[in-house]
């Protein structure tokens, strides 16, 4: 499994939301570049990087802040939050991001997104797949669509989708574990996709049980910050 350590950020610093609520904001850290260097000196090869004030005013903001840490690290970085244009992706790419997340630009401009998975590949672009009560949420999980999420994925599978991150919006941010059972349905469902799955992880016990279940990835914030996990232990999960 794939150990993915999250900085979200809002005003150039890390944050975390509870349950995508932007008015439940705790700041844990003034330096995103120093955060990204301290995961990549415990050996993690991956980041997810989500640019919240992008999400919420629908374009990017804190473009500078990616470039920062792609500039700064080797890291791979996968990149959200306000990717809503062609103009979008093209400059989060030259920042240095090496893969794109999209959700809500998924669900409103599903042909859009189409383009872009066969323009840029299924290794450059990822499904995001946020989740409310079985349903797809959008505009920084603000808004809940009437999408089912098997039939939302079952639409980005035909056309080649590689990479999903499902985050069960319930479990965000409360450190009450991970939502098991959609993800071994979906794994059930969708037996070639590689499944990231985000949210919940409230110690080490739910990286454990994640590890057993076959997903690709997880990725984990809130708990890191919250010192619930220890990176030194999460890196023997590493693939």
Request: aromatic share 8%; with cysteine.
């Amino acid at each position: 499994m794939n150990i993915i350590p999250a900085i979200d950020i809002i005003d150039g610093k890390c944050v975390r939301l509870t349950q995508g609520d932007y008015g439940q904001k705790k700041i844990y850290d003034d330096n995103p570049v120093e955060v990204a260097k301290r995961y990549e000196d415990h050996g993690f090869r991956y980041l997810h990087v989500v640019d919240l004030d992008g999400a919420k005013s629908k374009h990017i903001v804190n473009i500078q802040v990616l470039e920062d840490i792609t500039n700064a690290t080797d890291l791979i970085v996968d990149f959200g939050g306000g990717v809503k244009s062609g103009k979008d992706i093209e400059r989060a790419f030259r920042a240095g991001a090496s893969r794109i997340t999209g959700g809500s630009i998924a669900v409103r401009e599903p042909e859009l997104f189409g383009e872009w998975i066969s323009k840029y590949g299924p290794d450059k672009i990822i499904l995001g797949a946020d989740v409310k009560d079985r349903h797809i949420a959008v505009g920084g999980w603000l808004e809940t669509s009437d999408q089912d999420i098997i039939e939302f994925l079952k639409y980005y599978t035909n056309k080649a989708i590689k990479f999903i991150i499902c985050t069960d919006i319930s479990r965000d941010g409360v450190l009450k574990g991970p939502a098991f059972e959609l993800y071994k349905e979906l794994l059930a469902e969708f037996p070639g996709i590689n499944l990231i799955a985000s949210g919940g992880v409230g110690g080490i016990e739910d990286v454990e049980k994640l590890a057993e279940s076959g997903v690709w990835g997880v990725i984990i914030g809130k708990a890191i910050y919250e010192n619930r996990v220890k990176l030194d232990d999460l890196i023997k999960f590493q693939n």
